[in-house]
């Protein structure tokens, strides 16, 4: 350990000497800057933002421009190779425009992501405080539903729960969120654990804060960071594991397109219809990639450990 | 030893007892009549005979009562067989915690314990070849990674793990397929053996078989077992006594396998238990792209169908196998670690 300080140390002296001037910056402050230098991370964000932003914004004025409509079925169609006129990616099995379903799909998938790993951040940093916090009886019931929860395999009951209440999109939603909270709870759970016992916590209990203060301005702040790397990360699996429940038949039903449901039938056309197959995968992937290296970026950016230009 | 395996046993048992509980709620809670499915017959009319399996499936008892009659069985109490209102036929099944899950909702309604015994074995192959090849190539790389240091190989392996992290595994096996089964023509498509072989074990079939869908399962865990090898591996390399061993003269060769990877692999081992898990989940969607005859698609068809006694067994099964995976690399862990106290 007193190795990588000195190399560190020494790093930093090196670094100074290229950039003089070294101003003092928040946590957060500092994040930004450092993240406006990570290239990698900023093209990750501009690619998710353009995808987004078509997916949500986009399908209405292609359907205008190409005269068409996303539910429009038309058997002369059928298997149109990309690059047909009027069909940039070719049809479906039942020839319908496949940019137009990608979109749709972007729309339900991204939407599914977005607030399912919201409502998992909500439940699992609520339970997370609640249960690192207040400990006892508290904690106990609460580790022990996330250990008997998880000690399924996840896919594994969500297919069955989803089966059984054949789910609309929001449902799905709540379904995947109820779901995904133990790891972000357990991981507030054991911050909370170390911070409270930290001399600035025992310093503000006995200037008499309260507990909702000593939560919310000492200790919620603390975990934030840590929060925003998982959350990025849970919106990444969430896609996958959407596509694959869409897949298997089991997430968002047709005709409402999502990228794993337009695979469903993929076996049924390996080789008449290999332009359906490649693309919502290629999209999947692209996304979930964008996430994780968002993730990965923050949790660089956000490292306090870090010194300024050592990586 | 003996205490630390015992008590990690006995912290088990509750977890077993609340996965009973939450199949059971599951159940419970959703929508749809199984017995109506079950008798369903337009032209007869027939209400008599759905009354019947209800009392006799203990349908008509209270919530608890029907919770315990599925964990351990009524064959020692008495059912009301003719709706009169006393109870006077002897019950038959012997419940869970003796291995009788009830019988299957599908013609035919054969025993859930058969059904669910004739698939695993498909599955642990599949899921115990993944992991195995997970681990193996993982550690592979993640040790290349380590030696190779920010050089190329340290990038491309990095590569290769992010995007296998990020691709969807039953869209690359549809890839797969279509690449290694219909252009290329080298490897079958899907199932577990050749249409033509009838019975007997020809294992080379059976090989070519299962490539592709080990390999795509494996997948996420070559990912994250390469990832973290390499991490581990440097940081075991700044340590006190790796400097100590180098100053000794030892051998590069071994310093890298006795001091470094033996003490880097220990973390990596412990999560053979959550990698379990992993597979058995991911499983289900191979077994569906490869049409791998195993637990996964029995689940999925008797989803379909609302075989709900074949679903609860299927979930306490996939549960029980996943608690003895992690108890199985607690236990791997205490007795590779000597660190670890016992109490």
């Known amino acids: 350990m007193s190795q990588t300080n000195t190399a560190t140390n020494i790093a930093v002296l090196k670094h100074k000497d290229a950039d003089e001037k070294h101003v003092a910056r928040s946590l957060w402050g500092d994040a930004i800057v450092h993240l406006l230098h990570d290239k990698l991370t900023i093209l990750a964000f501009i690619v998710l933002a353009l995808l987004t932003l078509i997916s949500v914004l986009g399908p209405p004025y292609v359907e205008n421009a190409l005269g068409l409509d996303v539910t429009r079925i038309k058997v002369l169609d059928r298997f149109k190779p990309p690059g047909t006129e009027g069909h940039l990616l070719g049809t479906d099995e039942y020839g319908r425009d496949q940019l137009i379903r990608l979109m749709y799909g972007g729309r339900i998938s991204l939407a599914i992501a ?9 439940i699992g940093v609520t339970l997370g405080l609640a249960a690192g916090y207040y400990g006892g009886i508290v904690d106990d019931i609460i580790m022990w ?9 996840p896919l594994f009951i969500l297919l069955v729960v989803s089966a059984l209440w054949s789910p609309v999109p929001e449902m799905l939603v709540i379904i995947l969120a109820l779901l995904g909270w133990f790891g972000t709870c357990r991981l507030v759970r054991g911050e909370v654990l170390s911070i409270k016992e930290r001399d600035y916590v025992l310093a503000a209990r006995a200037l008499g804060a309260s507990n909702m203060r000593l939560l919310f301005v000492h200790i919620f702040p603390n975990v934030l960071s840590i929060v925003i790397v998982t959350g990025t990360i849970i919106a990444g699996n969430l896609i996958l594991l959407e596509s694959s429940l869409s897949f298997l038949g089991l997430g968002v039903q047709p005709p409402s397109p999502t990228w794993g449901n337009m695979l469903t039938n993929a076996r049924n056309f390996l080789v008449t219809g290999f332009h359906l197959i490649v693309w919502p995968g290629i999209l999947i992937m692209i996304t979930v990639l964008c996430f994780y290296l968002i993730g990965d970026g923050l949790r660089d950016a956000l490292d306090p450990r870090r010194k300024h230009g050592v990586k | 030893m003996g205490t630390y395996v015992l008590r990690r046993v006995l912290q088990g048992i509750p977890t077993f007892f609340g996965i009973t509980l939450l199949a059971f709620m599951m159940m419970l809670f959703s929508p749809g009549d199984p017995v109506s ?26 919530k608890v009562t029907q919770y315990i009659y ?6 020692w109490t008495q059912y009301d067989s ?22 299957s909702l ?39 990674a380590a030696v190779y240091h920010r050089t190329w190989v340290d990038q491309v392996i990095r590569v290769i793990s992010v995007i296998g992290n990020a691709v969807p595994q039953f869209w690359l096996g549809f890839i797969l397929i279509i690449v290694f089964s219909i252009k ?13 072989n009838r019975g007997g074990l020809d294992l080379s079939d059976l090989v070519a078989h299962m490539i592709l869908p080990v390999f795509v399962l494996s997948l996420n865990t070559i990912a994250f077992v390469s990832r973290f090898t390499r991490t581990e591996l440097l940081e075991v390399l700044e340590q006190d006594f790796i400097r100590t061993a180098r100053a000794k003269g030892l051998k590069d060769s071994v310093v890298w396998w006795k001091h470094a990877l033996r003490n880097a692999l220990l973390p990596v081992a412990t999560f053979l238990g959550p990698a379990l898990g992993t597979l058995l989940a991911g499983a289900v969607v191979i077994e569906s792209v490869f049409a791998w005859p195993g637990l996964g698609s029995l689940v999925i068809d008797a989803v379909f169908q609302r075989d709900y006694p074949l679903v609860m067994g299927s979930v306490v099964i996939a549960a029980g196998m996943f608690i003895l995976g992690v108890l199985f690399s607690d236990i791997l862990y205490a007795v590779l670690d000597p660190r670890i106290r016992l109490d």
């Open chain 1, 114 to 122: 977005y607030t399912s790993s919201v409502m998992i951040l909500a």
């Open chain 1, 145 to 153: 539903s996330i250990n008997t929860l998880s000690s399924m395999p």
């Open chain 2, 37 to 62: 499915l079950l008798t369903f017959n337009p032209r007869s009319g027939d209400t008599d005979s759905a009354e019947r399996i209800r009392r006799q499936l203990g349908l008509d008892k209270p």
């Open chain 2, 70 to 75: 599925w964990l351990i069985g009524n064959d």
């Open chain 2, 82 to 103: 003719d709706g009169d209102g006393t109870d006077d036929s002897p019950g038959t099944r012997s419940g869970l915690l003796r291995g009788d899950m009830g019988e």
């Open chain 2, 106 to 144: 599908a013609p035919g309604h054969r025993d859930v314990t058969d059904l669910i015994f004739e698939r695993i074995p498909a599955t642990l192959l599949l899921t115990f070849s993944a992991l195995i090849t997970g681990y193996g190539i993982g550690i592979l790389l993640g040790v290349l």
């Open chain 2, 184 to 196: 290329l023509d080298v490897l079958p498509m899907s199932g577990m053996r050749n249409i033509s």
